[in-house]
Structures are given as C-alpha cells and as structure tokens.
C-alpha cells in the first residue's frame, strides 16, 4: 500500500466521520476528522518532500505531483477551517473541502496522472518553481473552500445558514485571493521574464489564470454593490472555482501553450 | 465633469468591465491566435471565419476592441481611485489598501502598454568562438557551449560560457547564461533558448550542410519571426573535422530590451501589497 493510499483512506474516513456527526442528534462537529485532515496532509507532504529530494528539485513538475499536493493543502485548508474559531462550523463545508481533497487524490490515482517520476527540463530548474505552483495551489485551495461555502449558500433558503456560509465563503476567498495573487499574477510574471523573456505571453494557461483572478474580482465588487448578499456573488464566486480547475486540467489537456511541458 | 465622475467612477461600469474582460479573455483561449485568414474561414466557415477576422478575434490582444477595453477599464480604475481616495479622506478613513490596489494596476495597465510599444527582440545563434555583437557596441565572446544531462540522458541545462566586452575593455569573464539565468548587460538581457549540435562540412560553414540533431530539445519557447535587434555575428571555426564533417554545438540566443520591465515589476509589487494591506485589514475587522 502506498502512501497516497494511507492518505486516501484517511480522507475517506474523515469524510465518514463528517457525515455520521452532521446527521447525529446533537449535529455537532466530530473531534477526531480534523487529525485524520491532518495527517493525510502530512503524508502527502511527505510524498511530495520525498520525490523532490529523489530530483533535486520542488517536485510540483508533473500532473501526480502536482494534484498530490494541492490534495494535501485542500486537506491542510480544510483542517484549519475545522481547528478556527472566528468563523461558523459547517458540517457541509467541513465535509465537501474533505471530499474534493479526496476527489483531486483519486484522481492523482487515475491514468491521466502518470506516477512514474520525471527529472524536471531545463525551463522548469528554477527556484521560482516552488514559489509560483505552491502559492497558486494554495490560493486554490482556498477557494475549494469558497466554492463548496457557495454551492451551500446556492441550495440553502434559511435565512441565518444563508449569513453563515456567505460569511465563510468571502473570508476564503478574502484569505486565498492574495495567495493566489501572489502565485499565479506576481511570481509567475517575474519567473517568465527570467526563462523566457516576456513577463506576459497572453499564454492558455496565464489567461485562465487571468480570467479566473477577473471573477475573483468580480465576485468582491459585487459583494460591494449588493448590500444584500443574494445569490449573484454566490453563483460567480461559484464560477471562479470552476475557472481555476479550468486553468489546471482544462489548459493542460486540451490548449496547448508555453506551459506544456514533455 | 460630473456627469463623467458618475459614468466612469461607477462601480457598476467596472463590474461590466471586467464581466467583458472575462468573456473575451475566454473566447481568445478557445478561438487560435495568430493564423492566417484561410485557417478560420476552412475551420469556422465564412460568415463566423469573416467575422473573427473583422472583430479582431485572430490577434485578440493586440485588436482594436481589447485595447479599447482596457484603456475603458484603465479609465474607469483612474476615476474609481480618485473618488474613492477623496471621499476616505474627508470621512479620515485610513482604509488605503483598495487605493494602492488601483493605483498599482493603473501603473501595471500603463507599463504593459509601454511594453508592447517598446519591447525588442532578437535571435542569434553562438557557437564556441564566435564574437557577437550586440546593440550599444558590447560583444560576447563565446567560450563554449554545452549542455549537461540527467543519469537517463535527458537534458538537464544549456549553457553558453562568454565573456562581455565594450570598446577592447573586458566587461566581464566567463559568464554563464543558461536557461533561468540571462545575462543582463546595458539595459538588455541575453536568454539561453535552444541547444543544438550541427553537423558541419568540413569548411567549417554549417549553413546549409547541418542536420540539428534529432535530440536537440528547446529550452523555451520556438523563435518568432519578424523580430529583430541590430545584433551580429563573426562565426569562430569549427570543432576539429572528422571524416569530411564535424559536430559543433549551438546556441540560440534570445536577446531583449524591454525598458518597461521595471515599470511591470514594481508594479505587481504594489499591486500585491496592496492587496495583502486590503485583506489584512478586512479579515481583522471580521467579528469572531
């Protein structure tokens, strides 16, 4: 059994733990998913810090890698939410930030994500590397947890439930918008100019990039002009989630760009 | 004056604005960039191939409706700003994160522009021995050039050893310029983009008798055509031949002046802080 199976089985069992307590008499939040959140973190961390000693470099190079870790930061984002106490607990929230850390495992697991561990090319031996991928998948991660806050909010009509996941939907976003920032528009724009000698290429990936960074923006403008926080915010902030999967699997996939590398 | 406050300093218009961004922006990924007429007429027919090229929608971010777009945008960022500044200042608000934020994207928005205008590019190919000869008089003597590869034989880096000279007086020795690692010198930057090894005749000329060789790997991205910089070239001779031909190594050299670059870069640093000063400040004012 690999490690990224141990992680998987403990996401999954976390996910159990969610729903048996969300559907429990007291409709309280369990105590023991947040460490079992924790520790498929850690070993998938774990993963990741042992391929990245094996090639000498941050292994975020490849589709496993890369969906191994931004499996383990939505575990990790998922854990602090539960650990917090500023913000409302959600068992919906708690349990669908746990389903898609499993789901974007699961998927690592599947054959569009080759295990087989490859020495990064020339364009990728760049310490900006690690500064470029993790931050935009940590930013992402965030807005895992703004986009399952805003499908709740989407399919709920009470009205203090409604207060509470918009509430948790804008301080992920609030939190994973600089991050993502960061990543994807500041360091990515410096790293490019320093490989390939344009900060902008108008690129697939860094329009995706763009357009899902636009509808972040978009989302908190619109929070500012409707005081009264209707569905709208919630269906773009929805939308921004979809647009930042887009950017990873869609642009890898089936637009081709300076970011395909063999 | 008013009245344009009220237009451009809404709000609303920036909402559109961006909606609109976010559209186009989609429809530019989906729709190629960049090919011939006949492409789009074969691939979408007449009337939808006539009307991606009437719209701009084949050279989307250099066509007329994106930059009226963005200089739309710019205004309504410019406009936003400085209500938004004076309107905090009378209430004595110290809520300044949104300002830095528009200001940082107004000067990023007016640093791209200069940019596009400004920017030049130019190609060279270096083989060891060669002196190139780059805008403003300096000269790359090239020492070498090799490339370094993994146990598995895949390759792991390009480099092009030089030294820089101007005017006979040595400017620097044995620099390195590899892939990630340009060499900047007198407003310009030098990139590393291609390796390959050539066959050459035994005259030591590799043009037209070289076959590249099949494992030759780009770094970066292919040369783009209709770009030039006032770059030249002196070919040194060629390695030592070996039964009428020999194998000499080369380099393709990207060579850029960019003097908005600066510009872009403390701008996305103001635009970040300024995003960071924003939320900090916003998730601290959250009620636990």
Redesign the interface.
Known sequence: MTLATVALLLLAAAAILEVVFAFGKAGRADPVSPWLLVSAAAILFSVIAARSFAIGIFAVTGTFESLVFFSGTVAAVAAAYRFQ??LPFSPFVAFGATVASAVLLAVASSPIAPRNL??P???L??G?LALHVSFSFIGESFFVVGFVASAAFLATKNGPKRESLD?IAY?AV??G??IF??GA??FG???A??????????D?KE??A??TW??Y??YL??R??RKRHDALPSAVAGLGFLCALFTFFG?NFL?AG?HSYG | MRGFRVLFGSVRLAIALIACLVLTGILATIVPQGEDAAFYLKRYGGAAGGLIRATGFDRFFSSPFFIILIALFAVNLATCAIGRFLRERRAGSRRFGPDVIHLGLIVLLAGAGYSAASRNVGYLEASPGDSLTLPGGFVLAVRDVSSTSYPDGRPRDYLTLVDVSKDWKILRTGYRIGVNHPLSIGGMSVYQMAYAEKEVSEDGDGSGSGAEDAASLAAGRSAQAGESTQASKASGPAAPALAGTSTIAVSELMVVTDPAWPLVFAALVVVLFGIVLTFARKLREEKP
């Open positions: 106490r500023r490859q020495v090319v020339p364009a031996r760049s900006w509430r301080t609030a939190v918008y600089p920032t960061a528009l500041v724009p410096i790293w100019e320093a490989a390939w000698g344009s900060w902008w290429s108008w697939p329009t995706w763009l357009v636009l509808v923006t978009l403008h619109l500012l002009v642009v637009l300076l």
